[in-house]
């Protein structure tokens, strides 16, 4: 048994809370949960993530959240309706999706940014 209990929350910082709610809940289609004046929870499947706004905050180049789909290629087409460009990395060998696959057909990644430049992905297996 764990010894850590309760909902998973992931704490994404982002320069513009407005602007990232609009990403996040506009054309992600997460809802928000509730807010305070540090920030925002919004609901995430069975986790939460934490918005919070640091005016002079910096991306990392690295991904701070992922989703984890059942079928990648719905779900970027989706996002891709939605107003979400997928990131094509130069070397990867990704699909015209922006999709990548592992060697060996195991996992599949797409991964794309918020209005900060935080790196999120959703993957397959």
């Known amino acids: 048994m764990s010894a850590i209990a309760g909902v998973p929350v992931a704490f994404v910082h982002v320069s513009d809370r407005q602007r ?3 990403f996040y809940v506009g054309k992600l289609g997460l809802a928000v949960r509730s807010s305070d004046p540090f920030g925002d929870f ?3 499947g069975a986790a939460l ?3 919070t706004a640091l ?3 910096k991306a990392s180049a690295h991904p701070v959240v992922d989703w984890h789909v059942e079928d ?3 779900g970027v087409r989706a ?3 939605r107003g979400v460009v997928f990131t094509i990395y130069e070397g990867f ?3 015209a999706l922006g999709i990548w696959t592992a060697p060996g057909g195991g996992a599949k990644v797409a991964w794309f940014a918020d209005p900060d ?3 999120l992905s959703l993957s397959q297996g």
């Open 20 to 22: 990232a709610l609009d």
């Open 42 to 44: 919004l609901e995430a």
């Open 49 to 51: 993530i934490r918005l």
């Open 55 to 57: 005016p002079d905050y």
């Open 72 to 74: 990648i290629e719905a």
């Open 79 to 81: 996002l891709t309706g």
């Open 93 to 95: 060998g990704q699909d």
């Open 117 to 119: 430049g935080n790196v």
